[in-house]
């Protein structure tokens, strides 16, 4: 299943966490500061898709995003390497895990 969003153009937060989605198109959404899709099942590729299309941020608030949940039952399918969160950071994102709060190094 897949969650396209791109034409919510003036959307600043999205939370679609636990929907099993496959894919996530963001491409549109400039306005984003806070995303949290955890507990689904994104794949490296659509990750990769998601993760570029965050707006960057550099010079604004440091935007929020959570791709995964790690310890949690079931377990998530979502995959962020550790190149994408180096991506989504250079960005101004700060990566986290739902599972513990803390920062995500990816993968």
Request: charged share 20%; net charge negative.
């Amino acid at each position: 299943m897949a969650l396209n969003i791109s034409n919510n153009r003036d959307l600043d937060m999205l939370e679609c966490n636990g929907n099993q989605l496959t894919a996530l198109d963001i491409t549109n959404n400039t306005k984003l500061r806070l995303l949290t899709c955890y507990m689904n099942k994104i794949n490296a590729t659509e990750m990769e898709k998601v993760v570029n299309a965050l707006p960057d941020l550099m010079g604004n608030y440091e935007g929020s995003f959570t791709p995964i949940q790690t310890g949690g039952i079931p377990t998530d399918e979502n995959i962020c390497t550790k190149a994408q969160v180096t991506t989504a950071k250079s960005k101004n994102w700060r990566v986290t895990n739902a599972g513990t709060g803390l920062d995500y190094e990816g993968s």
